[in-house]
């Protein structure tokens, strides 16, 4: 059995499906943008039917909000070795380029994990345990709350500003490097 984060237990064929999904989900947002996007579509594009999509995803920012939330999971551990500065640096960096060569699925990204459905709010609480953790782990013995705190802070709206196309994931990353820098303390 593989696991379905957000709904049930799956098994391969049902894992297969959904993978199926997610990724005509980032076919379609690619060609139809955002605005465009619908489940009905993606379950198309992935040879499903409809009501079998929506099995598994209650809404498009459902489905959105999955794909973001595979990506980051599928991340590697977090390297604890060199620099402190270096380490939050790289997370940060690494979170903010999970979308960063896909402008239109990183707009995707950030309207839909604001999106109220409980599927979404579920993902959500786990997306920000997810980077919680990461840098947490990153920081180490200097996991000081109010650190933690600023460093969610400042990612959160990174994502929201490049996802409001105000600016690239890319140039977000460089920025996350600056604020991590006003942010830690000086190393003595």
């Known amino acids: 059995m593989t696991t379905e984060p957000t709904r ?3 098994t391969e064929r049902q894992a297969d499906t959904v993978r ?12 139809a943008g955002y605005e465009g996007l619908t489940v009905r579509n993606v379950a198309r594009r992935a040879g499903v039917a409809p009501a079998t999509a929506y099995t598994y995803f209650a809404s498009k920012n459902h489905l959105i909000t999955e794909v973001f939330w ?17 380490r939050v640096v790289a997370v940060l ?14 707009a995707a990204c ?4 604001l999106g109220t459905d409980p599927d979404v709010r ?43 196309g105000y600016t690239s994931y ?10 991590a820098k006003l942010i830690l303390p000086d190393p003595e």
């Open 8 to 10: 049930r237990r799956l």
């Open 170 to 179: 890319a140039r977000m990353a460089d920025r996350l490097a600056e604020m």
């Open 93 to 106: 960096r690494e979170i903010a380029l999970l979308v960063s060569d896909e402008p239109e699925l990183g």
């Open 122 to 164: 579920e993902l959500r609480v786990r997306i920000g345990a997810a980077i919680r953790e990461r840098i947490q782990a990153a920081l180490r013995d200097q996991d000081d709350p109010k650190i933690v705190g600023a460093l969610e802070l400042a990612y959160t709206g990174a994502l929201v500003h490049a996802g409001m």
């Open 110 to 113: 950030t309207t839909a994990m």
């Open 70 to 86: 595979r990506r980051l999971s599928a991340l590697a551990p977090v390297d604890a070795d060199g620099p402190l500065l270096d």
């Open 20 to 31: 199926r999904l997610t990724d005509a989900a980032v076919e379609e947002v690619r060609e």
